[in-house]
């Protein structure tokens, strides 16, 4: 596999602050509904963001757009890791992490999977 190299420029950094601003929206719109929805509403959200976000980015990089599939391919990575916490949360996987003393309760494997 070989690395690209993107020359820095005015274009690069659009396309960079762009990444960055999908991620960061990502990331607030999944709060917005994990507030709004249940458990298995939260799945869903993230589910369908995950496949829009995982689908641009395959299509940014089959039209040759490497640096731009990336950043969306880094913002479906977040989406799925969510995904994963949403789906062991509505299972009950998760431990109530509201207490100060995490670490004197035991050790949670889920939290590791995380």
Same mark, same amino acid.
């Given at each position: 596999?070989?690395?690209?190299?993107?020359?820095?420029?005015?274009?690069?950094? /659009?396309?960079?602050?762009?990444?960055?601003?999908?991620?960061? %929206?990502?990331?607030? /719109?999944? %709060?917005?509904? %994990?507030?709004?929805?249940?458990?298995?509403?939260?799945?869903?959200?993230?589910?369908?963001?995950?496949?829009?976000?995982?689908?641009?980015?395959?299509?940014?990089?089959?039209?040759?757009? /490497?640096?731009?599939?990336?950043?969306?391919?880094?913002?479906?990575?977040?989406? =799925?890791?969510?995904?994963?916490?949403?789906? /062991?949360?509505? =299972?009950?996987?998760?431990?109530?992490?509201?207490?100060?003393?995490?670490?004197?309760?035991? =050790?949670? =494997?889920?939290?590791?999977?995380?």
């Amino acid at each position: 596999m070989t690395a690209v190299r993107v020359p820095w420029s005015s274009a690069a950094f /659009l396309v960079y602050l762009g990444g960055l601003t999908i991620l960061s %929206s990502t990331l607030a /719109l999944i %709060s917005i509904q %994990s507030d709004e929805h249940g458990a298995a509403g939260l799945v869903l959200w993230t589910v369908l963001i995950f496949v829009v976000l995982a689908g641009a980015a395959e299509a940014a990089r089959n039209r040759g757009n /490497l640096v731009t599939g990336g950043l969306l391919a880094l913002s479906a990575v977040a989406a =799925f890791v969510i995904f994963v916490g949403a789906i /062991l949360d509505w =299972f009950g996987w998760l431990p109530n992490t509201n207490d100060d003393a995490v670490f004197v309760n035991g =050790f949670h =494997f889920w939290l590791l999977v995380l």
